[in-house]
């Protein structure tokens, strides 16, 4: 008996059914077992179209309340797809970042220097290429003396309070299928 079937299963050989139920009943079959709701799309780009116009409406609802839209947001090369719509909503449908507070979600520790980190990927990936002010981007530094830590994350965690909270958390998949640090088997409080 195979047990590791996940590295054979494609969707071009799953039909959609499976993955894009036609009705409520049929998606309430198929995520009955779920502890956490999940969609399938065909492609990565479609899958990141998708979240990359969710952020965006966020970010524009939030404009038309006059406040800020808070997100937290990781480096890495999984979220680069929805970086690279966000960018182009940036460029070509004039979507703006000047109301939007981003708090970067991890950094690696202990750095030698802060351009080999998480924050560096993040501003090379999307930070340098939209119009959010330096001042509305909170970043853990991987640099920081160790005693420092906790004085720091106490501070961040204050810093996302007084901002008003996340209104928007992009998380990042490993190699090992891992969401944001989490192992297999997490629940959905860990």
Known sequence: ???????????????????????????????????????????????????????AQTIREKQKAGRFCVLALPGGDSPSHVYTELIRMHKE????????VVFVEYEFFPLVSPSAGNVAQLKEAL????????????APDGCMPKDAIIDFCRMYEENIQKAGGLDYILLGVGHASNIMFNGVGSTLSS
């Open 93 to 100: 449908e004039q979507l703006s970042f000047r109301n939007v």
């Open 127 to 138: 930070l340098d290429h939209i119009d959010i002010a330096p001042e509305n981007i909170y």
């Open 1 to 55: 008996m195979k047990t590791n079937l996940s590295s054979q299963i494609s969707l071009h050989r799953v039909s959609p059914r499976y993955y894009r139920p036609e009705n409520a009943f049929e998606k309430s079959v198929l995520t009955r077992l779920e502890k956490i709701p999940t969609d399938i799309y065909e492609s990565v780009e479609e899958g990141a179209n998708y979240i990359a116009c969710e952020i």
